[in-house]
C-alpha cells in the first residue's frame, strides 16, 4: 500500500480454502464518522441473520473523533468484528482493506455514514437468487441529510425487480447509483480488482466496469440510505475542486470500456451532466460552505465543460453575486480568487 490513490485496481486475492465462507460480508469502512456510525451499525444489526450467515466489521482509518473500537464493542456486544489501519491510508487503501478482509460470497461495502433500511438484504439475495448471472445487485435509495430527513430519491430504473438492460451505455452517461445500495458479489472484485484512480467518481467507474462485464440486477424499492453531509468525501472534494478534475478522469477511463460506436455519445451526455451538477451545485459551495470564489470558478469551469443556458446562468449569478458582495464572509476564503 505504497500509494493512496492506487493508480490500477488493486489486487483483490481469493479466500483461503480453510477459511468459512458466509454468505454476506458488510464491510464498514470509517473515517470521522461516529456521529453516524451508531445508526449504521444498528441498521445492519437489525437485519442480522446470525455469524454463521453474514460477516459484519468496522474497518477504521485511524479516526481521530472517537474511541471508534470501543464503539464498536459497546454497540456490536461482540457480534461486529473491528480492525484499525496502523497508520491512516486513505479511502480507497480502506476499501481495499474492507474488500480483502471480506470473506462472504457477497460484500456489502456501507460506508460507515450510511445506512440501510429494514428488507435490504433479503431484497439482494432474492435478486442473487432470481438473476443467478448478475455479477451485482442494488436498491433503490434516498438521499438523507445529517438528521435523517429526507432530501430527495434516486431515479427509478425499474418498475419491478429485473436485470437492465443496456446498462453499460446508461451508467456510461450519468452516475445512477450510491454505494450503500449496492452489493458485489466477491468472485467479481476478485476478477476485477478494487477501486482506484481517483477520490471522487471511484465507485462510478467501478459499477462501470463491473456492467463491462456482468448483468447487473436491480429492485426499484429504496431500501438505502445515502447521507450528504459537509464531512463526507464527495462534499470536501468539492471544495478544492478535485471533484471537477476526477470526474472527468473516470468519464474518460469509462469510454474504455464502451463499444466504439457509443463513446462519443456517452461522453456529450456524461460532460452535460457533470456540467449541469456542477453548476447547480456551485450555489450550495456559495450559501452553505461560504466559499464564494471556489463556487465562481466552479461554474466557470462547468461552463467550459458544455455551455448550455443552465451553465451560462450559474456562472453569471456567481459572478453578478460577488459583484455585489453578496454574502461574501470574510475569511480565507476571500484570498482563493477566480481567474
Not at 438523507?144 to 430504473?157: I, K
Not at 463491473?210 to 431500501?223: D, E, F, N, W
Not at 463556487?295 to 455551455?307: D, P, V
Given at each position: 500500500m505504497s500509494?493512496?490513490?492506487?493508480?490500477s485496481p488493486p489486487e483483490i486475492k481469493p479466500v483461503p480454502e480453510p477459511v468459512r465462507r458466509p454468505l454476506w460480508s458488510v464491510m464498514i469502512?470509517?473515517?470521522?464518522?461516529?456521529?453516524?456510525?451508531?445508526?449504521?451499525?444498528?441498521?445492519?444489526?437489525?437485519?442480522?441473520?446470525?455469524?454463521?450467515?453474514?460477516?459484519?466489521?468496522?474497518?477504521d482509518d485511524c479516526s481521530t473523533d472517537a474511541d471508534v473500537e470501543s464503539l464498536v464493542r459497546e454497540l456490536?456486544?461482540?457480534?461486529v468484528g473491528f480492525y484499525r489501519q496502523p497508520q491512516n491510508v486513505g479511502s480507497l487503501r480502506n476499501f481495499e482493506t474492507c474488500l480483502n478482509r471480506a470473506t462472504g460470497h457477497y460484500i456489502h461495502l456501507l460506508h460507515g455514514d450510511d445506512q440501510v433500511k429494514p428488507g435490504f438484504y433479503s431484497e439482494i439475495e432474492q435478486l442473487f437468487k432470481s438473476f443467478p448471472e448478475a455479477g451485482c445487485a442494488f436498491t433503490g435509495f434516498v438521499f438523507?441529510?445529517?438528521?435523517?430527513?429526507?432530501?430527495?430519491?434516486?431515479?427509478?430504473?425499474l418498475s419491478e425487480p429485473g436485470l437492465l438492460d443496456n446498462w453499460l451505455v446508461r451508467i456510461a452517461r450519468s452516475q445512477l447509483i450510491q454505494v450503500p445500495a449496492m452489493v458485489v458479489k466477491r468472485?467479481?472484485?476478485?476478477?476485477?480488482?478494487?477501486?482506484?484512480?481517483?477520490?471522487?467518481?471511484?465507485?462510478?467507474?467501478?459499477?462501470?466496469?463491473?456492467?463491462?462485464?456482468?448483468?447487473?440486477?436491480?429492485?426499484?424499492?429504496?431500501?438505502?440510505?445515502?447521507?450528504?453531509?459537509?464531512?463526507?468525501?464527495?462534499?470536501?472534494?468539492?471544495?478544492?475542486?478535485q471533484s471537477m478534475t476526477d470526474a472527468m478522469t473516470v468519464v474518460n477511463t469509462i469510454q474504455t470500456y464502451l463499444p466504439p460506436g457509443e463513446r462519443a455519445g456517452?461522453?456529450?451526455?456524461?460532460?452535460?451532466?457533470?456540467?449541469h451538477y456542477f453548476a447547480r451545485t456551485s450555489d450550495k459551495v456559495y450559501h452553505q460552505y461560504g466559499k464564494p470564489y471556489v463556487?465562481?470558478?466552479?461554474?466557470?469551469?462547468?461552463?467550459?465543460?458544455?455551455?448550455s443556458r443552465i451553465t451560462f446562468f450559474y456562472w453569471l449569478k456567481m459572478r453578478i453575486k460577488i459583484g455585489i458582495g453578496y454574502k461574501i464572509p470574510k475569511g480565507p476564503d476571500m484570498l482563493i480568487q477566480a481567474d
Open positions: 500509494e493512496r490513490i492506487p493508480q469502512p470509517s473515517y470521522n464518522c461516529s456521529v453516524y456510525l451508531i445508526e449504521n451499525i444498528r441498521s445492519v444489526l437489525e437485519q442480522d441473520p446470525g455469524a454463521e450467515l453474514m460477516q459484519i466489521e468496522v474497518v456490536g456486544k461482540g457480534r438523507v441529510d445529517e438528521q435523517n430527513e429526507r432530501l430527495y430519491d434516486n431515479q427509478e430504473l468472485a467479481v472484485y476478485e476478477q476485477l480488482g478494487g477501486f482506484y484512480g481517483v477520490h471522487y467518481g471511484e465507485d462510478w467507474e467501478m459499477w462501470a466496469r463491473i456492467a463491462a462485464r456482468y448483468p447487473v440486477a436491480h429492485s426499484p424499492k429504496r431500501l438505502a440510505l445515502y447521507r450528504v453531509h459537509r464531512d463526507n468525501i464527495t462534499s470536501r472534494y468539492f471544495l478544492t475542486g456517452a461522453k456529450r451526455a456524461a460532460k452535460k451532466h457533470l456540467a463556487a465562481l470558478e466552479q461554474s466557470k469551469r462547468a461552463l467550459n465543460m458544455h455551455f
